[in-house]
C-alpha cells in the first residue's frame, strides 16, 4: 500500500489562524511539533485507554523539543466529562508548578480533547494547548473549531468555552486501533457533512463506505481531509456560532436529547447523532423541505454505517424538555438544523406537535 502524502488544512481566523496536519507517522515525529511554542513544560493529557497505546509514544517525541513532559492519564468516557475529573487536570497543571507557557496536548477522543482545551482555557486565564485526536469523530469535528466544554447533567458541554488550539495533528495511524463501534460512531460526523454542504461527497461517502468501514488508509484520509476543509471554511466564517456555523449540529439536538435522556456514555455521541440526523430529516419532510427519498436514502446510509436509525423510547415529552435547553434555543423555543434542499441546511423552529409525531414515528 503507497504511503499517504500528509495535508495541512488550515483554519482562517487571524492571529488565533492554525493548520489541520493530517497523514500517517505524525505522533512520534519530532518534527511534527517543530513549530509549536517553546515551554518548559509540556503535559500530555489522556485516558486509561489511550495511553497505553501511543502515550509513551508522543512523550518521547515531546522530549525533543520540551525538557520536560509529564503525562495525566484520565477516565476514559462520556460519564467522566465533568466538573470533577477537569479538576484532575488543574490538579496536576499546580501540584507540577505549570505556568503561563505550560503547554497542554490533548491525546485521545472528544472528551480529551473538550476537557484539555476547556482546562487551557481556564488555566491562568489561557495556556497553549494542541489537539491530538486518536478517534475518527474526533479528527473529523470535535478537535476542529475551538469549541471545548464538559458536560451539566441537564445538557451536553453546556459548560465550556470557544478556545483554539495551536495546531490539530490527525494520524491516521490511530485510527487502525479503534474499535469498530468507535468508528461508526466517527462516521456519523463524516456522514452530516453532505446533507449540510456537499452532496457529491455525501455520494463518495456511499460509493466507499465499504473501504472507510474496514479502514482503508486512503478512503480515512481523504473522508477526514474533505470533512475538515468543510468545517474550517464554516468556522472561518462563523467562529463563535452566531448563525452559520449552528448547521454543524446537524442531528445534534435530537442527539443530545437521547445522550442525556439515557445517561451520558449509554450511547456514544455519534451513534446519538446519526439517530438524530435521522429525525431531522423526517422533520425537513414534514415541514415539506425534502422530499421521501432524501430521507430513506440519508437513513440508509447511517444505517450501513452500523448505526441505529431507531430512537430509544424516552417518550416525546422527554425529548422536548432536554431540547429546550439544547444551545440553538432561544427563550425556551427549540431550533432544528434542518435540511431545505440537499446540500443546503438551515436553523429553523417547529411547532411541538410536530416534533413530538417525528419522535413517535423514529423511536424503536
Given at each position: 500500500m503507497n504511503a499517504i502524502n500528509p495535508t495541512l488544512v488550515p483554519i482562517q481566523l487571524g492571529e488565533?489562524?492554525?493548520?489541520?496536519?493530517?497523514?500517517?507517522?505524525?505522533?512520534?515525529?519530532?518534527?511534527?511539533?517543530?513549530?509549536?511554542?517553546?515551554?518548559?513544560?509540556?503535559?500530555?493529557?489522556?485516558?486509561?485507554?489511550?495511553?497505553?497505546?501511543?502515550?509513551e509514544q508522543l512523550k518521547d517525541a515531546l522530549k525533543q523539543k520540551y525538557s520536560r513532559v509529564e503525562l495525566l492519564c484520565l477516565p476514559d468516557g462520556e460519564t467522566f466529562k465533568t466538573f470533577e475529573t477537569l479538576n484532575l487536570i488543574f490538579d496536576q497543571l499546580l501540584g507540577s508548578g505549570a505556568d503561563r507557557k505550560t503547554i497542554l496536548f490533548a491525546l485521545g477522543g472528544g472528551v480529551i480533547g473538550?476537557?484539555?482545551?476547556?482546562?487551557?482555557?481556564?488555566?491562568?486565564?489561557?495556556?497553549?494547548?494542541?489537539?491530538?485526536?486518536?478517534?475518527?469523530?474526533?479528527?473529523?469535528?470535535s478537535s476542529v473549531g475551538g469549541k471545548t466544554a464538559i458536560n451539566h447533567p441537564s445538557g451536553k458541554n453546556m459548560i465550556g468555552a470557544f478556545y483554539q488550539p495551536e495546531l490539530v495533528v490527525c494520524d491516521l495511524d490511530t485510527l487502525q486501533t479503534l474499535p469498530t463501534?468507535?468508528?461508526?460512531?466517527?462516521?456519523?460526523?463524516?456522514?452530516?457533512?453532505?446533507?449540510?454542504?456537499?452532496?457529491?461527497?455525501?455520494?463518495?461517502?456511499e460509493d466507499n463506505l465499504e473501504l472507510l468501514i474496514t479502514k482503508d488508509v486512503g478512503a480515512l484520509a481523504y473522508a477526514v481531509q474533505r470533512s475538515c476543509e468543510i468545517k474550517?471554511?464554516?468556522?472561518?466564517?462563523?467562529?463563535?456560532?452566531?448563525?452559520?456555523?449552528?448547521?454543524?449540529?446537524?442531528?445534534?439536538?435530537?442527539?443530545?436529547?437521547?445522550?442525556?435522556?439515557?445517561?451520558?456514555?449509554?450511547?456514544?455521541?455519534?451513534e446519538a447523532v446519526g439517530c438524530g440526523m435521522v429525525m431531522?430529516?423526517?422533520?425537513?419532510?414534514k415541514l415539506g423541505l425534502v422530499d421521501e427519498a432524501f430521507v430513506k436514502r440519508l437513513t440508509t446510509l447511517i444505517e450501513r454505517a452500523g448505526l441505529p436509525v431507531k430512537g430509544p423510547k424516552l417518550g416525546a415529552q422527554e425529548y422536548i424538555e432536554h431540547m429546550r435547553v439544547d444551545k440553538k434555543a432561544q427563550a425556551g423555543h427549540i431550533r432544528f438544523v434542518l435540511i431545505n434542499a440537499p446540500g443546503q441546511a438551515q436553523v429553523m423552529g417547529a411547532e411541538d406537535t410536530l416534533v413530538a409525531q417525528v419522535i413517535d414515528q423514529c423511536c424503536a
Amino acid at each position: 500500500m503507497n504511503a499517504i502524502n500528509p495535508t495541512l488544512v488550515p483554519i482562517q481566523l487571524g492571529e488565533r489562524s492554525y493548520s489541520i496536519y493530517i497523514g500517517e507517522g505524525l505522533l512520534g515525529r519530532s518534527s511534527t511539533w517543530d513549530k509549536l511554542p517553546n515551554a518548559p513544560m509540556a503535559l500530555i493529557v489522556t485516558n486509561v485507554s489511550v495511553a497505553p497505546l501511543y502515550g509513551e509514544q508522543l512523550k518521547d517525541a515531546l522530549k525533543q523539543k520540551y525538557s520536560r513532559v509529564e503525562l495525566l492519564c484520565l477516565p476514559d468516557g462520556e460519564t467522566f466529562k465533568t466538573f470533577e475529573t477537569l479538576n484532575l487536570i488543574f490538579d496536576q497543571l499546580l501540584g507540577s508548578g505549570a505556568d503561563r507557557k505550560t503547554i497542554l496536548f490533548a491525546l485521545g477522543g472528544g472528551v480529551i480533547g473538550d476537557m484539555t482545551g476547556f482546562a487551557a482555557a481556564c488555566f491562568m486565564r489561557g495556556v497553549p494547548f494542541v489537539q491530538v485526536p486518536t478517534t475518527l469523530l474526533a479528527q473529523v469535528d470535535s478537535s476542529v473549531g475551538g469549541k471545548t466544554a464538559i458536560n451539566h447533567p441537564s445538557g451536553k458541554n453546556m459548560i465550556g468555552a470557544f478556545y483554539q488550539p495551536e495546531l490539530v495533528v490527525c494520524d491516521l495511524d490511530t485510527l487502525q486501533t479503534l474499535p469498530t463501534r468507535e468508528l461508526s460512531a466517527g462516521l456519523a460526523e463524516i456522514i452530516k457533512y453532505g446533507p449540510i454542504a456537499d452532496m457529491s461527497f455525501m455520494q463518495w461517502i456511499e460509493d466507499n463506505l465499504e473501504l472507510l468501514i474496514t479502514k482503508d488508509v486512503g478512503a480515512l484520509a481523504y473522508a477526514v481531509q474533505r470533512s475538515c476543509e468543510i468545517k474550517a471554511s464554516v468556522v472561518g466564517v462563523d467562529e463563535k456560532e452566531g448563525g452559520l456555523r449552528a448547521i454543524l449540529n446537524f442531528g445534534h439536538t435530537f442527539g443530545h436529547a437521547i445522550e442525556a435522556g439515557l445517561g451520558f456514555g449509554v450511547w456514544l455521541h455519534g451513534e446519538a447523532v446519526g439517530c438524530g440526523m435521522v429525525m431531522a430529516a423526517h422533520l425537513s419532510h414534514k415541514l415539506g423541505l425534502v422530499d421521501e427519498a432524501f430521507v430513506k436514502r440519508l437513513t440508509t446510509l447511517i444505517e450501513r454505517a452500523g448505526l441505529p436509525v431507531k430512537g430509544p423510547k424516552l417518550g416525546a415529552q422527554e425529548y422536548i424538555e432536554h431540547m429546550r435547553v439544547d444551545k440553538k434555543a432561544q427563550a425556551g423555543h427549540i431550533r432544528f438544523v434542518l435540511i431545505n434542499a440537499p446540500g443546503q441546511a438551515q436553523v429553523m423552529g417547529a411547532e411541538d406537535t410536530l416534533v413530538a409525531q417525528v419522535i413517535d414515528q423514529c423511536c424503536a
